[in-house]
């Protein structure tokens, strides 16, 4: 079973801080890391994602990979209260039955305090 | 405007019923996706689809059904048979399966 883990928060931050998401997986076959926001009722938006180990800058937003520790993060810098939703991380595993299968975890809730 | 589209946004279903949710895009992806989303759950994949005219299951099929007879189009219709259909339905689509997913607006279906 390919799981991808994230803490189900909340995490809150105050306006301006850098808040920091983070997320585990299971498959050490994973290729792809995505992160997607969702705003309360609404569906997921891509805003990150990430192939090879290192960092991945994006204005506010860097995105982390460590392969070997089987860990990838979120980094938001200046956090703003529109920044306040539910944050999934998604994991595309090797081909089973020949097609990839992309994993979402359940999502961290952010809440930025102004 | 490349997107994608759902339809219904809300649906309301007595049980007993089978509804049909209809999803669209015209981004030229060969890949589209149903979801489910529950509170407090992850999203669950319900069916995908590859290419035109092949579609296969995801983790949680039962009561559920599926048509990719255009590029397009990826209709899902909730059966009476998938025992507790209320929540939000999510459609997406993605070049490939190696590649990143992009969701609809969803729709979320409510059995009375």
């Known amino acids: 079973q390919k799981e991808v883990e994230q803490n189900s928060g909340p995490l809150s931050v105050p306006e301006g801080a850098i808040a920091s998401l983070n997320c585990t997986y299971s498959?050490?076959?994973?290729?792809?890391f995505f992160w997607y926001r969702q705003y309360s009722g609404k569906s997921p938006e891509l805003i990150m994602f990430?192939?090879?180990?290192g960092d991945k800058e994006d204005g506010r937003f860097t995105a982390q990979l460590n392969k070997a520790s089987q860990y990838v993060s979120l980094l938001i810098r200046d956090s703003q209260p529109s920044d306040s939703a539910t944050y999934l991380c998604?994991?595309?595993?090797?081909?089973?039955?020949?097609?990839?299968?992309?994993?979402f975890g359940k999502g961290t809730k952010l809440s930025v305090i102004p | 405007d490349g997107g994608i589209t759902q339809s219904p946004k809300y649906l309301f279903r007595k049980e007993g019923q089978n509804v049909t949710l209809s999803c669209e895009q015209n981004?030229?992806?060969?890949?589209m996706y149903w979801y489910r989303q529950d509170p407090g759950q992850g999203l669950r994949l319900i069916y995908y689809s590859q290419i035109v005219n092949d579609f296969q299951k995801g983790d949680i099929a039962e009561g559920y059904s599926v048509s990719r007879e255009k590029k397009e189009s990826f209709p899902l219709t909730v059966t009476s048979a998938q025992k507790n259909p209320t929540a939000f339905y999510l459609c997406a689509s993605s070049l490939g399966t190696a590649n990143e997913q992009f969701f609809g607006p969803g729709t979320r279906l409510t059995v009375l």
């Open positions: 498959d050490r076959g994973s290729q792809s």
């Open positions: 998604a994991v595309i595993c090797l081909p089973g039955a020949g097609s990839y299968q992309l994993t």
């Open positions: 990430i192939y090879s180990n």
């Open positions: 981004l030229n992806h060969d890949a």
